[in-house]
């Protein structure tokens, strides 16, 4: 990357993400990662104020991190934040526009080394801002392909939730009645319709000795659940 021109304040502040334990305790890519940055601010004239870690993140928003947010308040005008690269600093683009306009109302700037972005210049201002929309629409035609996949899925009479009801099982990717529970079900709607609240069918039935699929006593959540959601919304003969 060549050198930019120092400006009136040259101080950089580094930020540097580990998101497993074992590289928050052994340091794999902290070292590396610094050092990508110490590299440049001695190319490009730059004081480095500090270097702010958040180690053991696996990502999540970045509010939630609190080394990140300790930079953002400690930069000031015609500073520069340095990161390894934009997926150490946000996991998404809304985070990292977020982030990169809060640089800018405070006039200062951001410089990502792996994707050589760096807004010091209105070359990386441009790139950074045409980076960000490729990425945007990215997101939007995977998640266009996939709600595509799961219509089509769902057509076929294919079971697409994300865990299994109580009352039925998955089985070649379509959902298959229980017998043994779909009793539980009826005697579930046979209490309910004779006025009892959720904590009591709970106990009626913990007295009988009907328990959950993990061996536990059926919670007065789950019967809530129960009830909302049967019939399940696919089902197959």
């Not at 502040?13 to 990662?33: M, W």
């Not at 043994?180 to 009988?208: C, F, N, P, W, Y």
Request: charge should be positive; hydrophobic fraction near 35%.
């Amino acid at each position: 990357m060549r050198p930019t021109k120092p400006k009136e304040s040259t101080r950089a502040h580094g930020y540097c993400r580990v998101s497993t334990a074992d590289q928050a305790d052994f340091g794999v890519s902290l070292d590396a990662q610094t050092e990508r940055i110490r590299g440049w601010c001695l190319i490009n004239g730059y004081e480095l104020a500090a270097v702010h870690v958040d180690r053991g993140l696996s990502g999540g928003r970045c509010d939630n991190r609190p080394a990140l947010q300790e930079a953002l308040r400690s930069i000031k005008r015609g500073d520069s934040l340095v990161v390894y690269s934009l997926s150490r600093l946000a996991r998404s683009t809304r985070d990292t526009l977020m982030i990169a306009e809060s640089l800018e109302r405070k006039g200062a700037d951001l410089v990502s080394l792996s994707e050589r972005i760096d807004t010091t210049s209105s070359t990386g201002k441009m790139v950074f801002r045409l980076l960000a929309v490729l990425s945007e629409f990215e997101r939007d035609v995977v998640s266009e392909r996939t709600s595509m996949a799961m219509k089509h899925l769902r057509a076929l009479g294919r079971y697409t939730g994300g865990f299994e009801p109580y009352g039925f099982r998955r089985v070649d990717g379509a959902l298959r009645e229980v017998p043994e529970e779909m009793v539980v079900i009826q005697t579930i709607h046979q209490l309910r319709d004779g006025g009892l609240s959720l904590r009591a069918i709970s106990q009626r039935l913990s007295d009988k000795g009907v328990r959950a699929r993990a061996g536990k006593p059926l919670h007065h959540a789950l019967i809530a659940r129960i009830l909302k959601s049967n019939p399940p919304l696919v089902t197959t003969p």
